[in-house]
């Protein structure tokens, strides 16, 4: 069935510096792609999404580029702030929303 | 704030007990969707209701059951509880009928159950 698949957390960056956040997907056919985060205490917001491939979704300075040959959709950020702490799943539609494990993303100053 | 609201916050049970948690989506979205997040399962989607109707179900046991109201707040209700169903409950709205290419679900901030 279909799946995604993330890298494992958790995450430990400095402020300022590069992010990737790797996910991969199985799926037949192509599927919707979407990262969403959540914050400490809250619920899940979308992020950004992708609805074809070569889509590159873009919001708050991240980024995803929605790759068939490859099935992926890494998030990227070049300049990452303490404000960016917080988890971040990787999802895919076909008729219900498909999460991957989360990973967590600690900033520090 | 998304407009989802979820109540009660945290619940503390026991082993064999019922609970209801309730969900109020935001204004004028018809669907509603549960879900479960553990650290065992990750986030998983339980069942969806459109404008009082099932939707879609997945990996939601039968000891669970969910409904919508008229008014479209909508209760998902847990009974003879074991430890294993301690979990984050989040409750999403969204204005579609299907979880198609538009994807965006309003999320809340969810409930914290702990089965003693």
């Known amino acids: 069935g279909d799946s995604v698949t993330q890298m494992e957390g958790p995450v430990t960056l400095s402020e300022e510096a590069f992010l990737t956040i790797n996910c991969t997907y199985t799926?037949?056919?192509?599927?919707?792609l979407f990262w969403y985060v959540q914050y400490p205490g809250e619920g899940l917001q979308l992020l950004l999404k992708?609805?074809?491939?070569?889509d590159k979704g873009s919001n708050k300075g991240f980024e995803a580029t929605y790759r068939k040959e490859t099935t992926s959709f890494h998030l990227e950020k070049g300049s990452v702030q303490v404000s960016d702490s917080a988890v971040y799943f990787c999802?895919?539609?076909?008729?219900?929303?498909?999460f991957g494990q989360g990973t967590e993303l600690s900033v520090k100053p | 704030d998304s407009g989802v609201t979820q109540t009660p916050k945290h619940l503390i049970t026991a082993t064999g007990q019922r609970v209801t948690l309730r969900c109020s989506p935001r204004?004028?979205?018809?669907?509603v969707y549960w879900y479960q997040q553990s650290l065992d399962q990750g986030l998983q989607f339980l069942i969806q209701?459109?404008?009082?109707?099932?939707?879609a179900k997945g990996n939601i046991l039968e000891r669970f059951s969910a409904q919508q109201f008229p008014d479209l707040h909508s209760e998902l209700n847990l009974s003879s509880l074991e430890l294993g169903d301690s979990a984050l409950y989040f409750c999403?709205?969204?204005?579609?009928?299907?979880?198609?290419?538009?994807?965006?679900?309003?999320f809340g901030a969810g409930t914290r159950l702990s089965v003693l």
């Open positions: 999802a895919l539609t076909r008729g219900k929303l498909i």
């Open positions: 992708a609805t074809k491939a070569d």
């Open positions: 799926a037949t056919g192509y599927p919707s």
């Open positions: 204004s004028g979205d018809l669907s």
């Open positions: 209701y459109y404008n009082g109707e099932e939707r």
């Open positions: 999403a709205s969204s204005p579609l009928e299907g979880q198609g290419a538009s994807g965006i679900q309003y």
